[in-house]
């Protein structure tokens, strides 16, 4: 039977392991975007349709497929789609396709990810495929009895849900086990909660969830005697975890004015901050979702899914907590973790529909759900150090009003040559808004 764990560095072909192309791409963000598509043709990042697609406002999304995907359709709306370079994740190099319209989080991930890799990048483990259907029972006199005899047939009912995904059990994939909690609080009725673990292998799996929760919903009723409600799956998927981590030495952490111990202790007690706040965990996380929900969107999945289960795992212990922590290892060291929910697939839904999404895909170049988690992780590791790292050095608006200013010149209608004096101007000016910017474009130019 196949089976749908990940496949490991030590498990890959010489040839898997030398052929991506570099992700390492120096001074990209000063090319044109004629440039840039050149040099991606040469590293073999894309091909010369993928180009085509890239740049000719006719290719992406058909406003005729899109029509097939949402109700009432009346246009499409674009992000801008970036890439973010240098990454390493488990010995390989990735290209990472971005959507997102912050200016500086597409810049920061890449900055963290070249800085990583001089001690070998990032390091992530997809824990499993697994997620939960869940199936309400009501009207119980019994809870334990009903408990009992659900657990007693749990084969009987793992089979049974199995018969309605063939095709995902021929993948591998298909129902694994039957646990039941039970849900009695005071005002509350009593209720007993079916849980239903499904192995989604490179599905996010909403709909065969679904599809299996309802099919055994009838024989869950037979054996507890109660009445079925909800049969649904959970965006909590704690079963579906993808750890990410990375460890740099101080003297790759000197920044500007700051030594290397300087920047890892206030990385430290940046972090530190965000474990004992929630009101504080909450802005740090909110970064780290910059990087992971912008891969998220670019690679078709579904990112609202994804972002609720993320930070409701936060909530696990009963305090809202950071998705990603750090810490100083042998008084040498700066070591990073991140654990997160990853909630995605690579089939299915907007992947197969999507022209850009596919072309997203080949360009990552990823093979499994597990391997696109893994990579995801490592963007969510990296924009999170690089956030912190700015607040603990030379404060975060330095970098994002830079890139910002580029936005407001941009908008004021300053051409390619005139943007960086106008971006200039602007930041010693200390007014960025399109219409200061407007004045001094005017000034430029007489």
Known sequence: MVTCTQKGKEDMSEEELTVRPDSRISGFYKK???????????????????????????????????????????????????????????GKDYVVPMAIEEPSVVAAVSHIAKLTRSSGGFESFYEANVMIGQIQVVGLDDLEAAKKSVLAHKQELIDMANAFEPNMVARGGGARDIEVRLLDQGKYQKMLVVHLLIDCCDAMGANLINTMAEGIAPKIEELTGGQVFLRIL??????????????????????????????????????????????????????????????CIATGNDWRALEAGAHAYCCRDGQYRPMATWWIEDDAYL??????????????????????????????????????????????????????????????QRGHMS??????????????????????????????????????LAEMRA
């Not at 030594?259 to 996380?285: C, K, M």
């Open 32 to 90: 044109s975007l004629e440039e840039r598509m050149q040099t991606l043709l040469e590293r073999g990042v894309i091909t010369r349709e993928d180009a085509a697609l890239l740049t000719q406002r006719k290719g992406g999304l058909p406003l005729e497929t899109a029509d097939k995907m949402v109700e009432n359709l009346v246009g499409i709306l674009d992000l801008p789609l970036g890439l973010g370079l240098n990454f390493m994740v488990n």
């Open 403 to 440: 890139l910002h200013a580029r936005s407001v010149a941009a908008t004021a209608g300053a051409t390619r040559e005139e943007l960086d004096t106008l971006v200039d101007l602007l930041i010693a000016d200390g007014e960025i808004k399109i219409e200061r910017a407007k004045v001094l």
């Open 234 to 295: 959970s965006n909590l998927a704690d079963r579906r975890l993808v750890k990410s981590r990375c460890k740099i030495p101080f003297e790759d952490l000197a920044w500007k004015n700051f030594s290397g111990r300087e920047v890892a202790e206030g990385i430290q007690l940046a972090s530190q901050f965000a474990e004992l706040d929630p009101y504080r965990a909450t802005t740090h996380n909110k970064g780290i979702m910059n990087g992971i929900s912008a891969v």
């Open 335 to 396: 070591v990073g973790e991140l654990c997160v929910p990853m909630q995605i697939g690579v089939v299915g839904g907007p992947i197969k529909l999507h022209p850009t999404v596919q072309l997203v895909h080949r360009i990552l170049g990823i093979k499994t759900a597990a391997e696109l988690a893994e990579v995801m992780g490592a963007v969510g590791l990296a924009q999170n150090m690089a956030a912190v790292k700015a607040l603990a050095t030379t404060g975060i």
